[in-house]
């Protein structure tokens, strides 16, 4: 249930929010804003806009036709529209890959944003999930049997999920605390229209499932908004933990691999870390499961085995408990030279000074020609990733003045 001053206030919650995440160089690019049409996204443009005007921020409207629907066209433009009516600049994307699974359509999303944003120079990109959302989340990743670092849902801030074409691109998520219902209040009272996409009403889709769950018991909403941040407390805790890890135990190498010394940490951030720098390691944009993870880096620490692949990479055991990390050249993809990035671990660059792989394991997965001119992206990577870990606690409830 929302109330009156909840709506009303809302703009000021938003901004102070937005001042508090504002990052140094946010006048030198614009910001992205995905927006679908729906009333959580165009409350964030509407939100985001006012904030803009005040401290002289471009924004850059992003809308994307999945083709899945064939009202889905008219409702881009009716985004575009929007988007002219407010003075922003805005790309209609256009995906058509045929899947109407919710994965799929996710991550083809998010790669046509990321490619978007790489062409505007758009370095953060605003989402509109709110506390529904999350709420939503908790409970589809409660059923999954997810222990208490998944339940803390999504983050204020995340990386991209799109490798490489994400690469650098940093997501932010305003309204991650706000109630959809007082987003939609905010709404009528300025008179602004959005649709409501009718997929959001077809249960083959979890996320509905769970939806029509919370409206079936309500209760389970505010037990839930309760326990989040809790969890995502201890979250910020761990995440700033291994990026500790990551800065002081990892060292990352022009050939793209990484050398981790897991000795004497906490078996579960040991094994978080691994799964984070075998994802940097091969190039991917996701990591394998922890049960996967715990089982190699047991196998490689007790001796069982001197060197393993994993999820595209190859792990070796070396002197001193200290594990090597290269992308395993079995599992490469075709083609890769066509690619914006050699399989996500390396960009083209000008000429430098000349390097070598460290041994045959890494030389076995070098980009194609010459090695001067390619860069690795491993380093960069994780730098990015502990950056923006670092600034998730200041951004936790904050508070409007």
């Not at 803009?52 to 575009?80: C, K, M, P, Q, W």
Request: charged share 25%; aromatic share 8%; with cysteine.
């Amino acid at each position: 249930m929302t109330t009156d001053l909840e709506a009303k206030e809302l703009p000021q919650r938003i901004s102070a929010w937005l001042d508090a995440w504002r990052p140094p160089d946010i006048k030198e690019h614009p910001i992205g804003v995905a927006v679908s049409g729906g009333g959580d996204s165009l409350a964030l443009l509407r939100l985001v806009t006012a904030w803009a005007r005040e401290n002289a921020i471009s924004l850059y409207v992003l809308t994307v036709d999945h083709g899945l629907r064939a009202e889905s066209a008219a409702e881009t433009e009716f985004v575009a529209r929007i988007a002219r009516d407010l003075d922003w600049p805005c790309d209609i994307l256009r995906w058509s890959n045929g899947q109407p699974a919710a994965r799929k359509a996710r991550l083809g999303r998010h790669s046509l944003l990321a490619e978007a944003c790489a062409r505007h120079e758009i370095a953060h990109l605003m989402l509109g999930h709110t506390l529904d959302d999350q709420i939503e989340t908790f409970l589809m990743r409660a059923r999954q049997g997810s222990g208490w670092y998944g339940l803390a849902g999504m983050d204020r801030l995340s990386p991209s999920p799109a490798w490489p074409e994400g690469r650098g691109l940093t997501l932010v998520r305003p309204l991650l605390e706000e109630k959809r219902g007082v987003l939609r209040d905010w709404l009528v009272s300025q008179q602004a229209e959005w649709f409501d996409d009718p997929t959001n009403q077809d249960e083959r889709f979890e996320r509905v499932r769970m939806r029509a769950l919370l409206r079936e018991y309500p209760q389970f909403a505010e037990r839930i908004s309760q326990m989040i941040p809790n969890f995502a407390t201890l979250r910020q805790a761990e995440q700033a933990a291994i990026a500790d890890v990551i800065e002081t135990r990892v060292t990352c190498y022009p050939d793209a691999s990484i050398d981790f010394d897991p000795a004497g940490l906490p078996g579960a951030r040991a094994i978080r870390t691994l799964g984070w720098l075998v994802q940097a390691a091969a190039g991917k944009a996701s990591m394998p499961r922890e049960a996967m993870l715990a089982e190699a880096l047991a196998a490689l620490q007790t001796g069982k085995v001197e060197a393993r692949t994993l999820a595209g990479a190859w792990l070796v055991a070396k002197a001193g408990g200290v594990i090597s990390i290269y992308r395993d050249a079995g599992a490469m993809a075709e083609n890769t030279e066509t690619r914006p990035a050699f399989d996500g671990r390396f960009e083209k660059a000008p000429a430098r000074e000349s390097w070598q792989p460290r041994d045959w394991r890494a030389a076995r997965s070098l980009p194609p020609g010459d090695c001067d001119n390619w860069i690795a992206l491993t380093g960069t990577r994780l730098a990015h990733l502990c950056s923006i870990w670092r600034q998730l606690p200041s951004l936790s409830h904050v508070e409007a003045q």
